[in-house]
Each structure stands twice: as structure tokens, then as C-alpha cells.
């Protein structure tokens, strides 16, 4: 089973619509992220959290919300979906307590916001 | 922010030969860590190579090594021996060490594609 589960795995939104995209992990990581993918951009990121309770913004976080459920889990929301959030997302977590900084991804989600 | 910059939009090789592929990126921080991540067509983002930025020597992984040129903020990969399943995009990234947000900074990609 893969490490780093992301749901669901392509969705197609109209303009409006709230949506959540979901992340699990069984690494017991306690960092994990959320990143989008725009073709010609390269990934860029969206939140971050390093536990439960910490949970900061990242470099293009306007139009998303994120909640931390458990360590497991860390969701991405679109409270009113807009064109221009088409996109790949992916979640990623990591642990660099022991000096290794790699960060895992999931599969990603493909978001089409009509 | 920091910024990664790949200059190659899009190489191509002949299966089996060896092909370079090109990134700098700019930082004031001494102490870092440098990544290539392949995706294909999958989608996937697979690690491919690190280098810690204090290591003077290049990181290898079997066919695939790093040129690491820290006063020139330059971090190539080599690709040996091509092969098919290498036919991908190659994003090249940068990490601060923590504190902070200890998130990846990504380069625009390259497009690689292995020629039978």
C-alpha cells in the first residue's frame, strides 16, 4: 500500500462549489504540505503543518483553507472553487528529525474547476 | 522566496548515451539541501538525487550523478546510460534547513525525453 494516499485521485468542479481534497499518510510523519502544480511553474506551496496544532500558510494560500484532523491527515479546501484553481495538488510529508530532509509525495489529485 | 531556475524547457537523448541536465538557483543561506525529483507520465514525484550543500563531494546514484558547483549556484544532473523509463520530467529544488517551513522550492522543469 502506498505511503501517501491522496483523494480523489481526478475531480471536476464548477465555479462555486466547495471542495475538499484529502490526504492520509502511515509514514508517521509529523510534517505534511500541500503544493499545486501549474504546467510551466514547477510546484508551488499552499500550506503547511508540522503537527495538529501548527498549521501556517504558504507562498499562494489565498482561496484555500487546510485542516490537520489528526497526524495522519491533512485536508485542502476550496471554499468556492474558481477557474483558475484548476490544477495538480499534491501532499507531501516529511521527517528531518534524523537528518534525512526527502519529502514523500502522494499521487496527486487533478482539480478541473469548470 | 528562493528561486530555482531549470534553463532547459525540454532535452531529448538517444537511449543508452549520457545527457545533462541544467540548474542554478539563488540563496543567501550557507547551509542548504538540493534535489532533482523525477515525474512521468504517471505523475508521481519520485526522488531522484540530494546533495547537502556542506558535502563537498557529488552525490551519486547509479546511473544518475550531480555536478554541485556551490560558489556558482550550480546543481546539474547526469543521466548515464538513458534509458526509456527515464523519458520524464525533472524538476530541480532547493530546501532551507530549519527553522521554518522547511518546504521545497521548486524549478520550472525539464522535459526529458529518451529516444530509442
Known amino acids: 500500500d502506498a505511503d501517501v494516499t491522496q483523494t480523489p485521485r481526478n475531480r471536476i468542479t464548477k465555479t462555486g462549489k466547495r471542495i475538499m481534497l484529502e490526504c492520509s499518510q502511515t509514514?508517521?510523519?509529523?510534517?505534511m504540505y500541500w503544493y499545486r502544480q501549474d504546467p510551466g511553474l514547477g510546484l508551488r506551496l499552499i500550506y503547511y503543518s508540522f503537527d495538529v496544532k501548527d498549521i501556517n500558510k504558504g507562498e499562494i494560500s489565498d482561496g484555500y483553507s487546510v485542516s490537520r484532523q489528526a497526524q495522519a491527515k491533512f485536508s485542502l479546501s476550496l471554499e468556492s472553487a474558481i477557474p483558475n484553481q484548476t490544477a495538480l495538488y499534491f501532499c507531501?510529508?516529511?521527517?528531518?528529525?534524523?537528518?534525512?530532509?526527502?519529502?514523500?509525495f502522494g499521487p496527486g489529485t487533478r482539480l478541473t474547476v469548470l | 522566496a528562493q528561486t530555482v531556475t531549470q534553463s532547459q524547457p525540454e532535452m531529448s537523448v538517444q537511449e543508452a548515451e549520457t545527457v545533462t541536465l541544467s540548474c542554478t538557483y539563488d540563496?543567501?543561506?550557507?547551509?542548504?539541501?538540493l534535489f532533482w525529483y523525477k515525474q512521468p507520465p504517471s505523475r508521481q514525484m519520485i526522488l531522484v538525487i540530494r546533495q547537502e550543500a556542506y558535502k563537498q563531494q557529488n552525490a551519486t546514484e547509479n546511473r544518475f550523478s550531480v555536478n554541485f558547483q556551490k560558489a556558482a549556484k550550480s546543481f546539474s544532473l547526469k543521466i548515464s546510460d538513458s534509458q526509456l523509463g527515464d523519458t520524464a520530467m525533472y524538476f530541480c529544488?532547493?530546501?532551507?534547513?530549519?527553522?521554518?517551513?522547511?518546504?521545497?522550492?521548486f524549478g520550472t522543469g525539464t522535459r526529458l525525453t529518451v529516444i530509442p
Open positions: 507531501a510529508t516529511s521527517d528531518p528529525s534524523g537528518g534525512n530532509h526527502e519529502q514523500f
Open positions: 509514514k508517521g510523519h509529523d510534517r
Open positions: 529544488a532547493f530546501m532551507k534547513p530549519p527553522p521554518g517551513a522547511n518546504n521545497l522550492f
Open positions: 540563496t543567501s543561506e550557507n547551509n542548504y539541501y
